[in-house]
């Protein structure tokens, strides 16, 4: 089974339209990420959230927003697509975060989108 | 704010030869520190978390060590093979712990001729 799956993972859309990254992790976790990865390649944290808190990263646009319906899904929602959303979207996941191996983050497979 | 910096950046080496890969950090008030593999249009595998209080911490031929002090850390491969070839990110939470996320180092492109 897999751990942490994110659809669809591939998303081509137009500039202006509004999409979804869904996120799954079916390892009873407590706190999910979202990062991106640009196109040198370089991973940045984007949101983390845990049924206490949401932590947003100070440079993401408000045009992207995070919606947990239950413990296990953090879906990723963009408004507004920009050209220069065009990356790698990845969802982690983590048992705890306060030290020790329940920090160990785990990496869904990634979803590339693309902004025409 | 912590910063994460990776040497090299590439790196290619024959086959069966041991190899180290470097990380810096900015903020040493860390609680662990987290190496990562990722392959060509692939997600992120972990290779290994190493806590603050320990000084190394091993994986089969992959042996990871902290220096909180120095704000180092290194992942050592033993008997390099072609399979090993892959990116390797480097990541640390801030300093203090906390659910913000990990910050990458830029990663070091590792090649292992056969």
């Known amino acids: 089974d897999t751990a942490v799956s994110q659809t669809p993972k591939y998303l081509v859309t137009q500039m202006g339209n509004d999409k979804s990254i869904k996120c799954e992790q079916n390892l009873g976790h407590d706190t999910m990420y979202w990062y991106k990865q640009d196109s040198k390649k370089f991973l940045k944290i984007m949101f983390s959230?845990?049924?206490?808190?949401?932590?947003i990263n100070e440079t993401v646009p408000n045009r992207f927003s995070p919606k947990s319906p239950d413990k296990a899904h953090l879906n990723l929602h963009i408004n507004s697509l920009e050209l220069g959303d065009s990356a790698v979207y990845f969802c982690?996941?983590?048992?705890?975060?306060?030290?020790?191996?329940?920090?160990?983050?785990?990496f869904g497979p990634g979803t590339r989108l693309t902004v025409l | 704010k912590q910063e994460v910096t990776q040497i090299p950046a590439a790196l290619s080496v024959p086959e069966g030869e041991n190899l180290v890969l470097n990380c810096s950090f900015t903020?040493?008030?860390?609680?662990?520190l987290q190496w990562f593999r990722q392959d060509p249009g692939k997600g992120l595998t972990s290779l290994l978390l190493?806590?603050?209080?320990?000084r190394e911490q091993t994986s089969g031929r992959l042996n990871a060590s902290l220096d909180k002090s120095s704000g180092r850390s290194t992942l050592y491969i033993a008997a390099s093979q072609p399979g090993d070839s892959a990116t390797y990110l480097c990541?640390?939470?801030?300093?203090?712990?906390?659910?913000?996320?990990?910050?990458f180092g830029k990663g070091t492109h590792l090649i292992i001729q056969p």
């Open positions: 990541a640390a939470p801030p300093g203090g712990g906390g659910a913000d996320g990990l910050t």
């Open positions: 982690a996941s983590s048992r705890g975060t306060a030290g020790g191996e329940a920090d160990t983050q785990y």
């Open positions: 959230y845990n049924n206490k808190e949401l932590i």
């Open positions: 190493i806590q603050s209080s320990q």
């Open positions: 903020d040493s008030a860390i609680y662990n």
